[in-house]
Structures are given as C-alpha cells and as structure tokens.
C-alpha cells in the first residue's frame, strides 16, 4: 500500500514562507504526477500545484500562483512545496497526492488522484 507522508507545517505571520514536504513509500517514478492540494473546514479541496513525475513539468493552480514552487527529489522519493509570500487566506490543511494514469479530465481534479497523504496544518496568522 502506498504511504504518502507531508511535513513542514505550521504557524506563520502573514508575508512569511513554509516548506512542505511530502515523502513517498516507493518510487515516486512510479506515479505518473504528484500534486499538492489544500481544504478548509466546509469547503472542496482544491489544487495548488502539480509535477510529472518523469519530465517534472509543473502545473500551478490560481490559488496560489506565483507565490509557491513545486519540486521533487527522486533519489528521496519525496516532492517539496515551497510557499512565500503566505496570506490569511491560506491557511488550511495542505495535502499530498499521486497519481498513477494518465489524466481523463483535469490535473486539478482531486478525484485524479489516487493516494493522499494524511495532511499538514498551516496557518497564516496577521
């Protein structure tokens, strides 16, 4: 069974960066893309940013565009957010996910992805 673990949340002032990380039990070349989405409390969970696996292209959803940076490291099996610039307005459960096909709809849809990690609190405070 595939585990999908994230760390690096936490509390942050309104301006301030945090840096996600999401580690993988198997290769993560074994997924065709891996993704970190977000939720709050009442709300859908939406996309913030996606990576190939193979080519590492990225994809960047409007919630959060310009403000974050999604990587990977292959050899560690584990795909890394970096966020800055970080509002009131993101504060959430931020979560990973992987994906083994190929997309059928959206990349940003969560129901694309098949394994989800168990999530991280961030909060953004003034």
Known sequence: QVQLVESG??????GGSLRLSCAASQSISS???MGWFRQ??????????II??????TSYADSMKGRVT???DTAKSM???Q???????????YYCAAAVGVR???IYSPLEYDYWGQGTQVTVSS
């Open 83 to 93: 966020m800055n610039n970080l509002k009131l307005e993101d504060t959430a459960i």
């Open 9 to 14: 949340g936490g509390s942050v002032q309104a």
């Open 40 to 49: 709050v409390s009442g709300k859908e969970r939406e996309a913030v940013a």
């Open 70 to 72: 999604i990587s990977q």
């Open 104 to 106: 059928r709809t959206s």
């Open 79 to 81: 795909v890394i957010l």
């Open 52 to 57: 190939y696996s193979l080519s590492q292209s």
């Open 31 to 33: 997924f065709n893309r």
